[in-house]
């Protein structure tokens, strides 16, 4: 999730009645939002606007009960709470995430609100299994696989990561069909996408931010060849089942 106009969204978390409670354990909370764990950085406002006011993933599938949903690049939690409350108990979300203090937030997030209908897989996701090596940013939201096409954000460290793929994550979970593929990983999408050359078959609807230029027409191009209908509004891209 980028950041656009941090002053900007700033000024709108207010006037959404959004509140950041900086302490021992910062949340997030608003009219629309449920209690949220953060990082405190802007991304906490700005994903929490996306996901629960604006509703960026859902402009074009709204998720309904009994969906299975997969969320790679899950950071904290957000989306993947708000799709395991649309999805109901009927319903399955697959929650990835590699970075450790982004894990520990989802984990506690989704105890929070209780939902069991939930699986969280602590692992990068890619065109294969293995291990690589992940740039940690200053911003919890611009954590990325050092092997992309896109400038590092705000860099401070490295770390070597566990990598799946999504193909080998619904092997395992014995996953016949997704209903939403939500993906945001700061410029690997493609790379995710060429992990699921199985699953593609089984996908229905996918919605993903871009990140830098050339992606949305390689990703366009990958997807229209597999059967899907592309579409793009600003940084987002929504791809559907013809």
């Known amino acids: ?17 959004l509140s950041l409670r900086l302490g ?5 909370t608003g009219k629309r939002v449920p209690k949220i ?9 700005d994903c929490a606007l996306d996901v629960f006011v604006r509703e960026v993933y859902e402009r074009f599938y709204r998720l309904r009960e009994g ?7 899950a950071h904290v939690g957000m989306f993947t709470v708000k799709a395991a409350m649309s999805v109901g108990e009927r319903g399955k979300v697959v929650a990835i995430e590699p970075v ?43 954590h990325q696989l050092r092997a992309v096409s896109k400038e590092p954000e705000f860099p401070v460290s490295e770390v070597e ?3 799946t793929t999504i193909d080998e994550v619904c092997r395992g979970l014995g996953l016949l069909r997704i209903d939403f593929l939500k993906i945001d990983v700061e410029g690997a999408e493609l790379e995710v996408l060429r992990g ?3 699953s593609l078959k089984v996908t229905r609807n996918i919605a993903m931010e871009l990140h830098y230029e050339g ?21 987002m891209l929504y791809a559907s089942r013809r």
């Open 1 to 17: 999730m980028t950041a656009r106009h941090p002053a900007l969204t700033s000024v709108i978390a207010l006037l959404y009645g």
């Open 24 to 28: 021992r354990e910062p949340y997030i």
């Open 37 to 45: 764990f953060v990082i405190p950085d802007i991304y906490a406002v």
């Open 67 to 73: 969906d299975f949903v997969i969320d790679v690049g």
């Open 100 to 142: 450790e203090e982004n894990l520990r937030l989802l984990r506690k997030n989704v105890e929070l609100h209780k939902l069991n209908n939930v699986v969280i897989i602590g692992r990068a996701c890619s065109r294969e299994r293995g291990r690589a090596k992940l740039v940690k940013s200053e911003l919890s939201g611009t």
């Open 161 to 163: 990561v566990e990598v």
């Open 196 to 198: 699921a050359e199985e």
């Open 215 to 235: 992606e949305e027409e390689e990703v366009k191009d990958y997807l229209e060849k597999r059967g899907f209908e592309v579409r793009v509004i600003g940084s």
